[in-house]
């Protein structure tokens, strides 16, 4: 009984890896692979003393990626020590900081800067 139920489990699993191997994986974006990396480092972290792992993410630049893997205009800092991270905006489809926007704790009002995303070269897009 237990040898046809691992076969069922086995031929169940053969199944699922030849679908997943079929379905072509879009290509990640910038954003993305930034995003990827960052998780990648975290899950190599251990715990060195007692303040334990988390006390190194402090560290990191996690990057802010909208649904579609492109860069939000407003990127932050992580929030430490009661205080808000510092914040800044950037061009979409870079993650680079737009020319003279200010680094602020709080919101840089990045929708002002559209305008100079639109005459940007780097920033033609399809919407």
Request: with cysteine; charged share 25%.
């Amino acid at each position: 009984m237990a040898k046809k139920q691992y076969q069922n489990e086995l031929r169940t699993r053969m199944r699922t890896n030849l679908n997943e191997d079929r379905v072509q994986r879009e290509p990640q974006s910038t954003c993305q692979q930034e995003l990827d990396m960052v998780l990648e480092e975290i899950s190599k972290m251990t715990s060195e003393d007692n303040r334990g792992p988390l006390e190194n993410l402090y560290g990191l630049k996690f990057p802010n990626c909208d649904r579609h893997g492109l860069y939000n205009l407003k990127q932050c800092n992580m929030s430490t020590h009661g205080q808000r991270g510092e914040c800044w905006c950037v061009n979409p489809l870079t993650g680079v900081q737009i020319p003279e926007t200010p680094k602020v704790r709080g919101d840089p009002n990045c929708n002002q800067f559209q305008e100079e995303l639109r005459v940007m070269p780097t920033a033609t897009t399809s919407r």
